[in-house]
């Protein structure tokens, strides 16, 4: 049985050269020292596989219908065999994408293997870099709920933005000049065959570049980059430390690879995909869109961006951050590659992580959206159940401005903080700021009668202290919650004991 | 092939007209893979870039009868794209914000913040209606009271037609 397997295996190998043509390949040589820090290309590569797989599988369900679309996403998670399962691992795969790309992308940038003879492998891997993040948006759309229509509407709007012939491009976007049933097509289109043929060519041709160059020895203080002596010394370094790729170094590919397939697996059973939102309706307008979490950094950056700017980072932000990325290795091609001798590499890479990752937090709290969830303020927080106060707060309320402001935990953060603002603004402060409104408040000058102002007025007048009882005393007022956190234990006492002497009458 | 041509190298070996031969056959082939490639890529380039150039009727569509309004308040409805095509399902929906200002005098917002598009919501106690996205604001008369829209609420043109009130159909305002 095995002799005749291996007859078979040798004629095949025979007829397609496979061993003669793949065998040099898999086994060009390596640097041995390079080592766990190199497996996340090739992480990168098999989450792609990952994703190419379970999309396959997903197309023969998914339509790519604007009426049906979301339906047969209905069925894939809630009826087809595993299909909650592969939706899981798809959308974690994309995930795992993108993080091992950012890692992959760090990596080359510490170790200097951008700089000669590697340029190229830099720019091709850039642009996978763009394709990947366009791979992650619009899988997103072809979820095609509400959140889906809505950052369709979205990126049109900032297609719009581009000069001369923006409006043109939102109409792209659009598939027309509203969503509508050309929409869905065209992001299907993308998704599935446009940009994933532009990774696999590009893909083929940074693998041809490893092979062509070499993998980069780990970089060692003193040793500059220089092209005239470059490629000799590293033919050299292969012939005294190198080894094999497969399997020498391979099997930590392989092994990282798999633990990350298997977090993939154990994600997508556990947890499963993200919840479909609301049927893909325009009609429907309660609606939060958000980018998942890969693009909630730029979704922030967008939107804390001063307004003067935003018509020119939309367009120039992205162009201009691609090329300086690209146009790297041809600024910084030669020279010292040890991260020990490039101190600004180190800090530049640390800045943009906390940069992202400030950005990412920011963007999953969203604190410029309103709260329209906001319930009226209860009888504990407002401490009064009748009177201008109470009017005051039900006011606070239903004019929207607790959508906006801060209550003690109540209310939204896209404007200040209103719990303590009876203390830090006069009577007159507060009622020119109610009328006249502010660039980010509206003036609620002609939307309030004399009555309701008197009353809205009362109401943040007396938002000074939280109403407590303390042992001993009738009620008194001590700090809110926010300043007895920063308060010292000595002026809480001296602020119990002033009261209680007051209160006794100065005895 | 005998063994004397093989030996020699083929292009220096080569007469003038063997030569003049090869760069003729060169630029056709050329030629012929560019023919090729212009006829598929043209209408391809076309299709895919065809919404660009259609022009898209703007028809009026019935939004409920007159009466069905009560003066002073602000309503949401709901109205079909003009031509849509066959498969678009729900995405043909299109709202809009409703106001009967008098007996006979309408105006209607469409929901795109002029900020990113998202669909603003109308808060009727504060008169005011609020984006979800940025926290842009605009009066209840469509201008902007507060945060990062550009412009007021796009309008659209309304008419009464046979105690129906009508929309006319625009495209998504892009700023």
């Known amino acids: ?507 | 092939m005998s063994k004397e041509n093989s030996e020699k190298s083929p292009v220096t070996s080569q007469s003038p007209e063997e030569l003049s031969r090869r760069r003729f056959l060169e630029g056709l082939c050329i030629a012929l893979a560019s023919l090729c490639g212009v006829v598929i890529a043209v209408p391809a380039i076309g299709f895919i870039f065809a919404p660009l150039l259609q022009k898209y009727p703007q028809l009026w569509r019935s939004v409920g009868k007159v009466d069905e309004f009560k003066i002073g308040e602000t309503v949401k409805v709901t109205f079909e794209d003009p031509s849509p095509l066959p498969w678009a399902g729900v995405t043909a929906n299109t709202a809009a914000w409703l106001r009967r200002v008098s007996k006979t005098e309408f105006i209607a917002f469409a929901v795109n913040c002029s900020h990113l598009g998202c669909p603003v919501r109308w808060l009727g106690d504060a008169n005011l209606f609020m984006c979800p996205c940025h926290g842009g604001v605009y009066y209840a008369d469509g201008r902007v009271a507060a945060g990062p829209p550009p412009q007021p609420l796009s309008r659209y043109t309304v008419r009464i037609q046979n105690g129906e009130v009508q929309l006319q159909t625009r495209p998504i305002p892009i700023a």
């Open chain 1, 1 to 507: 049985m095995l002799r005749t397997a291996k007859a078979i295996w040798n004629w095949v190998d025979d007829r397609l050269g496979l061993s003669e043509t793949l065998g040099p390949l898999a086994k060009h040589a390596v640097p041995k020292d390079a080592k766990w820090w190199y497996v996340f290309g090739s992480a990168t590569l098999l989450a792609f596989i990952v994703q190419v797989v379970t999309g396959v599988v997903l197309a023969f369900s998914y339509i790519p219908s604007p009426s049906q679309a979301y339906q047969t996403l209905q069925f894939i998670t809630n009826e087809a065999a595993f299909g909650r399962f592969m939706r899981g691992l798809h959308y974690y795969g994309a995930s795992a994408m993108i993080l091992m790309v950012g890692a992959h992308m760090a990596q080359v940038f510490l170790f200097g293997s951008y700089k000669f003879p590697r340029e190229m492998s830099w720019v091709t891997g850039v642009l996978l870099l763009g394709f990947t993040l366009l791979m992650g948006f619009t899988g997103q759309l072809l979820r095609w709920d509400q959140t889906a229509v809505w950052s369709v509407v979205v990126a049109a709007e900032q297609a719009g933005r581009f000069p001369l012939f923006g409006n043109a491009f939102a109409h792209f976007v659009l598939g027309g000049e509203t969503v509508g049933g050309a929409t869905l097509g065209r992001f299907f289109a993308i998704h599935v065959f446009l940009v994933p043929a532009g990774i696999f060519a590009f893909v083929g041709l940074h693998l041809m570049l490893v092979m062509r160059h070499g993998i980069s020895e780990p970089p060692k203080v003193g040793e500059p980059v220089d092209p005239k002596t470059y490629r000799k010394k590293y033919q050299e370094l292969l012939k005294k430390n190198g080894c094999p790729f497969w399997p020498d170094a391979a099997w930590r590919d392989i092994v990282f690879g798999t633990v990350m397939v298997l977090c993939l697996v154990l994600l997508a059973w556990f947890f499963g995909p993200p919840e479909l939102g609301k049927p893909p309706d325009p009609s429907i307008i309660r609606a939060d869109p958000r980018p998942d979490w890969y693009l909630l950094w730029y979704f922030a950056v967008l939107a804390l961006m001063p307004d003067w700017m935003e018509r020119y980072f939309m367009v120039l932000g992205p162009m201009f951050a691609g090329l300086l990325i690209i146009m790297l290795p041809f600024f910084f091609g030669k020279g010292e590659r040890s991260p020990i001798r490039r101190p600004w590499a180190i800090a530049g890479v640390i800045m943009v992580v906390l940069t992202i990752g400030s950005f990412w937090y920011v963007g999953a709290k969203t604190p410029w959206s309103p709260n329209f969830d906001a319930p009226p303020l209860p009888v504990n927080v407002v401490g009064m159940e009748t009177g201008p106060v109470a009017d005051g707060a039900r006011l606070f309320h239903a004019k929207g401005c607790l959508n906006c402001h801060l209550i003690e935990t109540f209310g939204g953060r896209r404007g200040p903080n209103l719990s303590n603002v009876g203390a830090k603004l006069s009577r007159s402060d507060i009622i020119i700021r109610i009328v006249n409104g502010g660039h980010n408040m509206p003036a609620y000058g002609n939307n309030l009668t004399p009555d309701q102002l008197n009353a809205l007025v009362a109401f943040l007048q007396s938002r000074k202290k939280a109403l407590v009882t303390l042992p001993g005393t009738t009620s008194q007022t001590i700090a809110s919650s926010s300043s007895v956190a920063r308060e010292t234990f000595g002026s809480k006492l001296h602020r119990y004991w002033s009261t209680t002497y007051r209160a006794s009458g100065g005895n």
